[in-house]
């Protein structure tokens, strides 16, 4: 079983649409969880940062982490095109010397059409 | 403001050439460097950090290895390359302290081995 799963998608959806984006993990340890947005070639690009249970929202995007289920969420309201990306998951653990380590999903494939 | 540079954008090689990708990070001091490799329609994987200079980390016995010869410089080399090492490299920051304990990905280096 993979630390963290992730459904690659593809998921497509009209605009204006509310997307709801998940990971389970099964890591106890993962301390902070993050989503991250991936244009094609491109490197990926911190979109959410959280580290208790609960709701974060930032514009259009909410975060949402529960620890009692090991499972996170990312909604994105009123989808645009651009948010037409790979979305990818990420938590972290620290590292023995210093330092963290992010495990990734494989990411989920976002298409907002017209 | 940091920035992380990372170089060339693109690169094909024959298998059994050597190989070097160059990552700096302006505008923070002491960071962990991070190398991953996406592989296409995968997550990162993390191949290898540092959290100082002259201190690597290997995550996956394999053909590349590492060094950081400056605070802010972190190399990935290999003396013969593989076909199996085309991929997506991303090199990644993390600020030695800081409110948010995350990552900040490079724009990558897109390898093909032929």
Redesign the interface.
């Given at each position: 079983q993979k630390e963290v799963e992730q459904d690659p998608g593809p998921l497509s959806v009209p605009e204006g649409a509310i997307v709801s984006l998940n990971c389970t993990y099964s890591n106890s340890a993962f301390q902070y969880f993050m989503w991250y947005r991936q244009y094609s070639r491109k490197g990926p690009e911190l979109l959410m940062y959280t580290y208790s249970s609960g709701n974060k929202e930032d514009g259009r995007f909410t975060a949402q982490v529960d620890k009692s289920s090991k499972y996170i969420s990312l909604f994105i309201r009123d989808s645009q095109p651009s948010d037409s990306a790979t979305y990818l998951c990420a938590m972290s653990v620290w590292i023995t010397g210093g330092g963290n380590k992010l495990t990734f999903g494989t990411g989920t494939q976002l298409k907002v059409e017209l | 403001s940091q920035t992380i540079h990372q170089w060339p954008a693109t690169l094909v090689q024959p298998v059994g050439s050597p190989l070097s990708l160059e990552c700096t990070v302006e505008g923070t001091s002491n960071p962990?460097l991070y190398w991953y490799r996406q592989a296409a329609?995968?997550?990162?994987q993390?191949l290898f950090?540092s959290?100082g200079i002259g201190?690597i980390?290997s995550e996956v016995p394999q053909n590349l290895s590492a060094s950081r010869p400056q605070d802010r410089q972190f190399i990935l080399s290999s003396k013969k390359l593989l076909l199996s090492d085309s991929g997506?490299y991303?090199c990644a920051w993390?600020a030695d302290r800081g409110l948010?304990?995350?990552?900040?990905?490079?724009?990558?280096t897109?390898l093909t081995v032929l």
């Open positions: - | 962990n329609g995968r997550g990162l993390l950090y959290v201190q980390s997506f991303l993390r948010k304990d995350t990552q900040y990905f490079g724009p990558g897109r």
